[in-house]
Antibody
Framework: EVQLVESGGGLVQPGGSLRLSCAAS????????MSWVRQAPGKGLEWVAN????????NYVDSVKGRFTISRDNARNSLFLQLNSLRGEDTALYYC????????WGQGTLVTVSS | DIQMTQSPSSLSASLGDRVTISCRAS??????LGWFQQRPGKAPKRLIY???TLQSGVPSRFSGSGSETEFTLTITSLQPEDFATYYC?????????FGQGTRLEIK
């Protein structure tokens, strides 16, 4: 059974940083593209970033380029998202998902950017 | 960016009804489209991939069709658990983009 468990969310001031983690199990993590998707409170879904199985290719939505960094540790079956220079509009539930085409989703971790 | 426009934005239907949700892409995306269901307070769940292939474990009352710019999700014989919000996602071109969602409510 695919399991994706996100952690690392919380309340942060504008301009601050957070590092989100996703612990994966139930599938061959090192063979899968992995993705982050977010959902602002009461809003729709927004694709944020993805990363190739070996980490050699990373893609981002324009609104986070230069501020967010996706990475992975295949030895630990873990996916990460480093969030820097956070803004109010980054407030959202951040989901980890497996597959380049968003197959299975975790339950999300909430990031709140507010002073 | 490719814009994905879903219609309708909301829909009221009764148990046992057949409903259709549309998703239009601003440019051709072949069949690089998925459909997702999100129940309140829950993570999304993929129903359909490659525009028309049913995800394992998803009931056969769900079906998808279309290619390039016009796509459809059809649900036959609505069940209580089907009342949720539905999203399409294009994964043909970066950045991947979702439709704005269709909220399916009980009439």
């Amino acid at each position: 059974e695919v399991q994706l468990v996100e952690s690392g969310g919380g309340l942060v001031q504008p301009g601050g940083s957070l590092r989100l983690s996703c612990a994966a199990s139930g599938f061959p993590f090192s063979s899968y593209w992995m993705s982050w998707v977010r959902q602002a409170p009461g809003k729709g879904l927004e694709w944020v970033a993805n990363i190739k199985p070996d980490g050699s290719e990373k893609n981002y939505v324009d609104s986070v380029k230069g501020r967010f960094t996706i990475s992975r540790d295949n030895a630990r079956n873990s996916l990460f998202l480093q969030l820097n220079s956070l803004r109010g509009e980054d407030t959202a539930l951040y989901y980890c998902a497996n597959g380049g085409h968003i197959d299975y989703w975790g339950q999300g971790t909430l990031v709140t950017v507010s002073s | 960016d490719i814009q994905m426009t879903q219609s309708p934005s909301s829909l009221s239907a009764s148990l046992g009804d057949r409903v259709t949700i549309s998703c239009r892409a601003s440019q051709g995306i072949r069949k690089d489209l998925g459909w997702f269901q999100q129940r309140p307070g829950k993570a999304p769940k993929r129903l359909i991939y490659a525009a028309s292939t049913l995800q394992s474990g998803v009931p056969s009352r769900f079906s998808g069709s279309g290619s390039e710019t016009e796509f459809t999700l059809t649900i036959t014989s609505l069940q209580p658990e089907d009342f949720a919000t539905y999203y399409c996602l294009q994964h043909n071109t970066y950045p991947y983009t979702f439709g704005q969602g269709t909220r399916l409510e009980i009439k």
